[in-house]
């Protein structure tokens, strides 16, 4: 497979073919079939702290493999490599095993909101949920495996294939080494105590807290220590962040920071537009950075004015940390907004930036609604 896409891509004079024409105004037919087949939470969800099944987002390049069972998966370790590695779900399931909250974003939540776009899943603010997954460390396997004195990428290949860009390819996706060697890098099975469902990953899948969800690859059954850096398609030709479609671009790692409000009040059906009555409104919040970076601060403001919201106990190290805030509501339009700040000091833009990909947008989240 990595033979075809290295050929393919000989025909392509740039490394990064991921660009197709920036758009701007109402969503085309594809993107409205790509947001019917990829859906987000309902922000109102963020009140838990695990996402209830089925409302965890979803995002899913090409098809879901058809895997009725496990019985004839398994899982290859090969390449650079002392000792290649079959395993099958039961032999994994056997090997040590942690669980880990992990709350996950995809790298292209806000890409809506970010003009001209690039036409693409077009997600609002929704691409976000937590999870407990269970699995076993990679580390422990990448050192049964042993590997070898010139690796230098680690590659998790899936079983879904299809094209993007006109570069036909399996998804997939590689770490360094010194990554892959994470101690918090699973290879899960589970999803909130239960297999995974198909559209997770089922029966395997890479997880890799802190990063943006890309990097989590679905239906892996390969993974391959190489000698080279990996140049696949979802490694170099997409998750770049790019002012423009000439440049090399910034690989899409960790999470940035970012917040989102439960929005208050009931919704209008079809504008979702917030109505409230006047008077005192318990706001609520979400909170998370990359890396397992903690969260230090989240600020409301409404009528422009920011003030600290009250921050839940500080939460499993990549799970996302509850915030309250309480405004007292005059009648009027309002616009709410939140900004979170993590420990490193790293805060939420006011106004996205552009990304050529969509990628990264982590601006304050608005929340516009009606007091009666
Ligand atoms: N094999 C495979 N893995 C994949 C994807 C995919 O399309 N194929 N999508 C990735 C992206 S972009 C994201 S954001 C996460 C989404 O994980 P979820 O659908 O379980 O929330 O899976 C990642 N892993
Ligand atoms: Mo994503």
């Known amino acids: 497979m990595a033979n075809d896409e290295s050929l393919s891509r000989a025909h392509h004079p740039i490394l990064h073919p991921g660009t197709r024409e920036l758009t701007e105004g109402g969503f085309s037919r594809e993107e409205v079939a790509l947001a019917n087949r990829n859906s987000g939470t309902l922000l109102e969800m963020l009140r838990h702290?695990?996402?209830?099944?089925?409302?965890?987002?979803?995002?899913?390049?090409?098809?879901?493999?058809?895997?009725?069972?496990?019985?004839?998966?398994?899982?290859d370790i090969g390449g650079l490599v002392e000792r290649p590695l079959k395993l099958t779900l039961d032999e994994l399931k056997r090997c040590p095993?942690?669980?880990?909250?992990?709350?996950?974003?995809?790298?292209?939540?806000?890409?809506?909101?970010?003009?001209?776009?690039?036409?693409?899943?077009?997600?609002?603010?929704?691409a976000v949920g937590t999870a407990e997954w269970t699995g076993t460390p990679l580390k422990a396997l990448l050192e049964r495996a042993g590997m070898v004195a010139g690796a230098r990428d680690v590659v998790f290949h899936a079983s879904d294939r299809g094209f993007d860009c006109g570069v036909e390819h399996?998804?997939?996706?590689?770490?360094?080494?010194?990554q892959a060697l994470g101690d918090d890098v699973l290879l899960a099975w589970a999803m909130n105590g239960a297999a995974l469902l198909p559209q997770h990953g089922f029966p395997l899948r890479l997880l890799v807290p802190g990063w943006y969800g890309m990097a989590s690859v679905k239906w892996l059954n390969r993974i391959e220590v190489i000698d080279r850096q990996f140049d696949?398609?979802?490694?170099?030709?997409?998750?770049?962040?790019?002012?423009?479609?000439?440049?090399?671009?910034?690989?899409?790692?960790?999470?940035?920071?970012?917040?989102?409000?439960?929005?208050?009040?009931?919704?209008?059906?079809?504008?979702?537009?917030?109505?409230?009555?006047?008077?005192?409104?318990?706001l609520f919040g979400r909170a998370w950075?990359?890396?397992?970076?903690?969260?230090?601060?989240?600020?409301?403001?409404?009528?422009?004015?920011?003030?600290?919201?009250?921050?839940?106990?500080v939460p499993d190290r990549y799970a996302w940390r509850g915030c309250h805030f309480e405004w007292h509501a005059t009648p009027g339009e309002h616009e709410l907004m939140c900004r979170a700040t993590d420990a490193k000091g790293e805060t939420q833009p006011i106004e996205q930036r552009f990304d050529r990909g969509g990628f990264g947008n982590n601006a304050v989240h608005r929340v516009q609604?009606?007091?009666r």
Not at 170 to 178: G, M, V, W
Not at 249 to 271: A, E, K, Q
Not at 292 to 313: C, N, S
Request: net charge neutral; with cysteine.
């Open 97 to 126: 095993q942690r669980t880990l909250c992990v709350t996950l974003e995809c790298a292209g939540n806000g890409r809506a909101a970010i003009t001209p776009r690039s036409p693409s899943q077009p997600w609002h603010t929704e």
């Open 289 to 313: 950075s990359g890396q397992g970076v903690p969260i230090a601060k989240v600020e409301v403001a409404a009528a422009g004015h920011w003030r600290e919201a009250r921050l839940d106990p």
């Open 369 to 371: 609604v009606t007091v």
């Open 232 to 282: 696949g398609f979802q490694q170099v030709g997409t998750y770049m962040y790019r002012k423009t479609a000439d440049e090399q671009g910034v690989p899409v790692t960790t999470m940035r920071v970012r917040s989102l409000m439960v929005p208050p009040g009931i919704p209008d059906w079809y504008t979702r537009r917030r109505l409230i009555e006047p008077g005192r409104v318990e």
């Open 170 to 178: 399996d998804y997939a996706r590689s770490l360094t080494p010194e």
């Open 49 to 75: 702290d695990v996402t209830p099944p089925g409302l965890h987002y979803l995002l899913i390049h090409f098809d879901v493999p058809y895997v009725p069972s496990a019985a004839d998966w398994a899982l």
